[in-house]
């Protein structure tokens, strides 16, 4: 097996990604998108056809996972009736409307091939909606929403597609048997997700070597969609469900696990993000290539209306719901200014599809019961593609500029410092009670110095917030905790160099230099991860 074009593929994603973070002038989903457009009309490059056996399985629960592991369990849940509107009510309303709408429009295809069609291109995409929204920097509660109804829609989606699929290829599906599938889907996939929680986030705490802790965090959601799909149900409700609690109760794993386990998502989830919107991109020449049977012209309006169903659609789902206070838009006593019909207009505009969409669309059989041909099987994954390409290019590089427009607000970066700092305050003040009741013991007798440098921590820690809310060096343009920070860095720095010629000089060997350099990292990236909040 070459895995060359892999490692191009992996490499070239993450060279891509990585310009994306250095420039704000593009989001990097959109500019990965392009180089695959860019890339898939060069010479020699390979096909990279979507698989959906590999996606589906492979790709999609881990990035799930670590979605679900930095949402936030209390406010989805203080969020639910928005984000089941979206993640249900409109993926079901939109399968039917759009696919109505393509059986319009499109002649001769049948209305069971629409339906699959409108299945396919439902769901706004988890990837997209969370690099998108966090790059645009949302409020809160939307993000929140958003991401919510992200993870969950693929669910319902996949679901649908299942049913229509079904009808599209004679297996007689009926609204009984489509009733029962959205059930055991729903019911099963909460039911597996609420099973295995409790039993991994045990074995998690009672694993005591970090490494086995966090390669039991990578198996996790396999673990979960597998047994989940295994029965019928939902694999992505079995690992949003589990995250969600993982999440939840993270701080019960030791510190080792939860840092080591940051830094391991955050690089899986770059390079996945990564690969899968350049895959976007690379199936341009798969599409193009089944498309003999119609012009050029032609399908491209077919793709244009079906483009504007989609984005009409979820308008005429959202626009309602700013009308009614508590759904979209706060409740009446709920905290923050938020614009109701601002917020509105950006959920309407933030459906951004994804991988998933092209997953599932490149999973239809070319033949149905009987030996035929499916039905412009080849049309429904040039329309699911261009609605992919059409939403993450027309509303992904557009939702930033509306949002400035709308002048909805930001996250209010001033407040959050200042609760911070609050509840800092509180922390370290339970901290400096139970440090005099702990050398009240005899047990714990310190010589005074040690017992001041414990002091010192903890008023450290009660002052450090309020520091970033202090004076600005009219030199420098510092605040007096960056220039602490920075100060500290340099002294770091400073130490580091004196090991190191020491190890040169072979007065110390490497194991030492190692273990000493492993102590001013952590001290270093206590530094950087304070200074980056």
């Known amino acids: 097996m070459d895995v060359t074009p892999l490692l191009i593929l992996v490499a070239a994603s993450a060279a891509v990604?990585?310009?994306a973070r250095r420039t704000a002038a593009v989001p990097g989903p959109l500019l990965l998108v392009a180089a695959g457009l860019g890339a898939s009309y060069v010479p020699g490059v390979p096909d990279y056809t979507l698989d959906p056996h590999i996606v589906l399985p492979l790709l999609l629960p881990p990035l799930l996972h670590s979605a679900a592991l930095g949402s936030s369990y209390l406010d989805l849940r203080a969020n639910l009736r928005p984000v089941a509107l979206l993640s249900v009510g409109y993926v079901l309303f939109a399968t039917l409307a759009v696919g109505w709408i393509a059986y319009l429009v499109v002649p001769d295809l049948p209305l069971t091939a629409a339906l699959v069609l409108g299945a396919i291109i439902a769901p706004p995409d988890a990837v997209a909606a969370t690099a998108i929204a966090r790059r645009v920097g949302l409020p809160s509660r939307m993000t929140t929403v958003l991401q919510g109804e992200s993870l969950v829609n693929d669910a319902t989606a996949i679901t649908a597609y299942k049913v229509a699929l079904a009808a599209a290829v004679g297996e007689g599906a009926t609204w009984a048997g489509a009733v029962g599938e959205f059930a055991l889907a729903a019911v099963g996939g909460l039911g597996t997700?609420?099973?295995?929680?409790v039993p991994l986030h045990w074995l998690r705490t009672r694993l005591r070597d970090p490494l086995l802790q966090n390669t039991l965090s990578l198996l996790i959601p396999f673990v979960a969609y597998t047994a989940a799909e295994e029965i019928g149900a939902s694999g992505v409700l079995a690992v949003v469900v589990v995250a969600l609690y993982l999440g939840h109760r993270s701080w019960q794993v030791d510190y080792a696990t939860r840092i080591q386990e940051a830094a391991v998502w955050r690089m899986v989830t770059f390079v996945l993000e990564s690969v899968v919107f350049a895959l976007i991109g690379l199936q341009l020449p798969v599409v193009l290539r089944g498309l003999g049977d119609y012009g050029a012209g032609e399908a491209a309006w077919y793709a244009v209306a079906v483009l504007l169903a989609v984005i009409v659609m979820r308008f005429v789902w959202v626009l309602p719901a700013g009308f009614l206070p508590g759904v979209l838009t706060p409740r009446a006593g709920d905290r923050g200014p938020v614009p109701g019909r601002a917020v509105t207009v950006i959920v309407g505009w933030a459906g951004m599809r994804g991988v998933v969409s092209l997953a599932i669309a490149f999973s239809v059989p070319e033949t149905v019961h009987g030996g035929g041909d499916f039905p412009a099987r080849n049309l429904i994954l040039f329309l699911a593609f261009t609605t992919?390409?059409?939403?993450?290019?027309?509303?992904?590089?557009?939702?930033?500029?509306?949002?400035?427009?709308l002048r909805l607000p930001g996250r209010d970066r001033q407040a959050e410092t200042l609760q911070e700092a609050q509840v800092q305050y509180e922390a370290s003040e339970a901290a400096g009670a139970r440090l005099d009741?702990?050398?009240?013991?005899?047990?714990?007798?310190l010589p005074q110095p040690l017992a001041d440098r414990l002091r010192t921590v903890v008023e450290r820690r009660r002052n450090a917030i309020w520091e970033r809310l202090g004076a600005v060096n009219e030199t420098t343009g510092e605040s007096v905790d960056d220039t602490y920070r920075r100060l500290l860095r340099e002294?770091?720095?400073a130490e580091r160099e004196v090991f190191v010629r020491l190890r040169d000089e072979r007065r110390?060997?490497?194991?030492?230099?190692r273990r000493l350099q492993r102590r001013l990292d952590l001290e270093e990236a206590a530094v950087y991860r304070e200074a980056a909040q």
């Open 17 to 19: 990604a990585g310009a």
């Open 508 to 513: 110390i060997d490497d194991e030492m230099l």
């Open 388 to 405: 992919v390409i059409g939403t993450l290019c027309v509303q992904g590089l557009t939702l930033a500029p509306l949002t400035r427009l």
């Open 437 to 445: 009741q702990l050398l009240a013991d005899d047990r714990n007798a």
């Open 491 to 493: 002294l770091i720095a």
């Open 193 to 197: 997700g609420l099973a295995l929680m």
